[in-house]
């Protein structure tokens, strides 16, 4: 099996996101074969604790990395988190929800003043 992770730690942790609304968004939208919805038939299991969600699906079923990122940002536009939350790949097989780092650009702005 291929296990993929995202971790929304920092995000549950300020109470912004809903773990539980997003892992029933990608269950309701993850595509297995083109189809959605044939998540229980093709045995891609989406398991979550406090802040990450696991999905697990089978090697051969040649599930991509790629439509997790795809939902993920979706989901974010959907609950107007786009532009504070990005995606980051944290390694090969995962996913974190970062906040956007806009400390910079303040300081710049103050010293114009």
Do not use: M, W
Not at 15 to 21: I, N, P, R, Y
Not at 83 to 112: F, T
């Amino acid at each position: 099996t291929v296990k993929f992770v995202i971790d929304c730690t920092a995000p549950v942790d300020d109470k912004v996101l809903d773990v539980a609304s997003f892992e029933k968004y990608l269950h309701d939208r993850i595509k297995v074969d083109g189809k959605t919805g044939a998540l229980a038939g093709s045995s891609v299991v989406i398991t979550r604790d406090r802040t990450k969600l696991t999905i697990a699906s089978p090697a051969e079923l040649g599930f991509s990395k790629r439509q997790l990122k795809y939902l993920s940002k979706r989901y974010l536009k959907k609950q107007q988190l786009r532009d504070y939350l990005r995606v980051v790949a944290a390694s090969k097989n995962s996913y974190e929800l970062r906040y956007y780092s806009i400390s910079a650009g303040d300081e710049e702005e103050v010293e114009e003043e």
